[in-house]
Nanobody, 123 residues
Framework: QIHLVEAGGGSVQAGGSLNLSCAVSGYNYQRRCMGWFRQAPGNERQEVATIDSYGRARYANSVTGRFTISQDSVQTNLYLAMNHLVPGDTAMYYC?????????????????WGQGTQVTVSS
């Protein structure tokens, strides 16, 4: 059974940093895409960053240059380093996974999701 468990959320002031992690278990496919997504109250869930099996990363325009997605060599942990946080980054952050042999697909294709970790940025 596949489990994705996020950690590292919290409350910070604008300009601060947080590091999120996602522990992956029960998922043995080498060819996969992992991603971070977020959802603020009243808003739709949106893609933040994704990384495929080849290490190719993709970022939302709003976080490019501030966030970095990475994974460990055995793909059991996914990370999101968030710097220069702004109040607009406040949301519940989710990690997700999908089996794929190519580039990362759209968010709707991801079948496996964690429960989320809350990030709150105050001004």
């Amino acid at each position: 059974q596949i489990h994705l468990v996020e950690a590292g959320g919290g409350s910070v002031q604008a300009g601060g940093s947080l590091n999120l992690s996602c522990a992956v278990s029960g998922y043995n496919y080498q060819r996969r895409c992992m991603g971070w997504f977020r959802q603020a109250p009243g808003n739709e869930r949106q893609e933040v960053a994704t990384i495929d099996s080849y290490g190719r990363a993709r970022y939302a325009n709003s976080v490019t240059g501030r966030f970095t997605i990475s994974q460990d060599s055995v793909q059991t942990n996914l990370y999101l380093a968030m710097n220069h946080l702004v109040p607009g980054d406040t949301a519940m952050y989710y990690c997700a996974a999908v089996r794929t042999t190519g580039s990362c697909p759209a968010m709707s294709a991801f079948p496996y999701w964690g429960q989320g970790t809350q990030v709150t940025v105050s001004s």
